[in-house]
């Protein structure tokens, strides 16, 4: 099987842009999680999406959204960039997301933002 | 917030030595994962551990898990190079309602010198 890829691997924007993340998950997975991942904050939960629908959300303010279709890919959108938004931004997969299964993780996005 | 915080830190060691990293959390959990990251690329899940249990083993690895001082460490045995990496304690909480959000810690970086 695949693994979870997630495009573009780097991107560097400016202030005030928006971003376009996007994440393929491992045939079979139903639910997708986005992470946020910084040195001094570590790996903080953004949202989960599981058949199309956002079953989870972090604590991020409404400038980070997402969406999921029906073939489980999910994309994830930050609007209105801002210096602090620079960050390994993960995307994970599972089966159905439940506490015990397994988050297969993809190499990540690193964005910039000058 | 971060639910799970590790420690050490940072570990250095030589190869052949065993390395031992500990994990704390906040609240009850329905289990405990840990996974491993090298350098700024996704992670890759190692070990998980339910509340019920108090070790287990995978490998070179070795988790404990005592909820009575919400605590887990993971042992790595015969250390080897390619084990440097940094790695994490994810807890998935018992809540009511919705549980599946898992809740990470800062990681430890590991660096076992040849």
């Known amino acids: 099987k695949a693994g979870v890829t997630q495009t573009p691997r780097y991107l560097i924007k400016t202030r005030g842009q928006q971003v376009t993340l996007s994440c393929s998950p491992i045939s079979g997975h139903r639910s997708v999680s986005w992470y946020q991942q910084t040195p001094g904050q570590g790996l903080q939960f953004l949202f989960e999406?599981?058949?199309?629908?956002?079953?989870n959300k972090g604590n991020f303010p409404g400038r980070f959204s997402g969406r999921q279709f029906s073939n489980s890919r999910s994309e994830m959108n930050v609007s209105t960039l801002e210096l602090g938004d620079s960050a390994l931004y993960l995307c994970a997969s599972a089966t159905s997301g439940g506490p015990t299964d397994t988050q297969y993780f993809g190499p990540g996005t690193r964005l910039t933002v000058l | 917030s971060q639910q799970g915080e590790e420690d050490p830190q940072a570990l250095s060691i030589q190869e052949g030595e065993n390395a031992t990293m500990n994990c704390s959390y906040k609240?009850?959990?329905?289990?405990l994962q840990w996974y491993r990251q090298n350098s700024g690329r996704g992670l890759v899940h190692l070990i998980l551990i339910r509340s019920n249990e108090r070790e287990k083993h995978s490998g070179r690895l070795r988790v404990t898990l005592d909820t009575s001082k919400k605590s887990s460490s993971l042992l790595i045995t015969a250390s080897r190079a390619a084990d440097t990496a940094s790695y994490f304690c994810?807890?998935?909480?018992?809540?009511?309602?919705?549980?599946?959000?898992?809740?990470w810690g800062l990681g430890t970086s590991l660096a076992v010198n040849p």
């Open positions: 609240t009850s959990i329905n289990n």
């Open positions: 999406y599981f058949s199309e629908t956002q079953r």
């Open positions: 994810a807890t998935a909480p018992r809540m009511a309602g919705n549980n599946r959000k898992l809740i």
